[in-house]
């Protein structure tokens, strides 16, 4: 099995999860997306779900993980593009996305990515659209 | 006991690595998109059935799972067993409890496939391996 392609765009890594996700792919794609946070100093990471028409309690995990483990190398996860039918199945599993961002898509991902950057950076002063957030 | 009569052909899928987890779900897709479950319905009984199978792989050692469309004189569903012959669940309440794990895992295998599916049922013994059923009927 290969893996999952890893975009750069700014400082936002963009993965987008199209086939059905084998253990071992889901493994690779945490170290991977770790690796790349680290050798191209991205701020956030946005991964695609649309293309995931279930999500169990491992892919859950390995999406908290990568959450948990960017946050740590300074990096913001979001989730976007969850099918309701998933998020339906989820929170019936029970499945606790601790840690987890979401949004509807990945334009919206990446518009919530910038606005969590400005104000984190906006406690001294209020200077948000000098922001160097590459689109 | 669950009350479900086959209207069809019984598939069956070795579980013996990961890849086969893979295939059982889509086993389980094809089998719930032909008895036309809802898209709700579907997700759910996939999501169990990996639930399940990962539980099969990783606690029974591996074994093979059955996809069965069946009949309980009013509704259509979908019945799906899992067996292994690994060693067993000695405390069966523990093993249902949110959060219990004897793998490192989450805890919800169990208790969250017994949720997303209408009947659930469990044989085990000790020593000897555990056979999961559940059904997930037609709305």
């Known amino acids: 099995m290969d893996r999952i392609p890893v975009l750069t765009l700014g400082d936002v890594l963009l993965v987008s999860i199209q086939v059905d996700l084998e253990d071992q792919l889901a493994l690779r794609l945490q170290e991977d997306l770790a690796d790349r946070i680290v050798s191209t100093g991205a701020h956030g990471v946005i991964i695609d779900i649309t293309g995931l028409d279930i999500v169990d309690s491992f892919v859950g995990r390995m999406l908290a993980t990568i959450a948990a483990v960017s946050k740590v190398l300074d990096a913001e996860t979001f989730v976007v593009g969850m099918r309701p039918a998933v998020a339906i199945t989820l929170v019936e599993l029970g499945l606790p996305l601790r840690g987890i961002r979401t949004a509807l898509n990945v334009e919206l991902g990446l518009a919530a990515l910038r606005a969590a950057r400005a104000a984190e950076y906006a406690e001294p002063e209020e200077s948000d659209d000098d922001e160097s957030v590459a689109t | ?139």
Do not use: C
């Open chain 2, 1 to 139: 006991m669950i009350n479900a009569e086959p209207t069809g052909e019984t598939r069956r899928q070795g579980i013996g690595g990961d890849d086969d987890v893979v295939r059982v779900r889509q086993l389980v897709r094809a089998a719930a998109v032909a008895t036309k479950l809802s898209l709700v319905d579907q997700t759910k009984l996939v999501t169990a059935a990996s639930e399940l199978a990962r539980n099969t792989l990783i606690h029974g050692g591996g074994g093979y799972a059955e996809v069965i469309p069946v009949t309980n004189g009013r509704r259509n569903g979908i019945l799906i067993v899992f067996v292994d012959d690994g060693p067993g669940i000695v405390d069966l309440d523990l093993a249902f409890t949110d959060g219990y794990t004897t793998a490192g895992g989450l805890g919800l295998g169990l208790s969250g496939a017994r949720r997303l599916m209408d009947e659930f049922r469990v044989e085990t013994t000790p020593g000897e391996g555990t056979t999961v059923s559940a059904v997930k009927w037609e709305r």
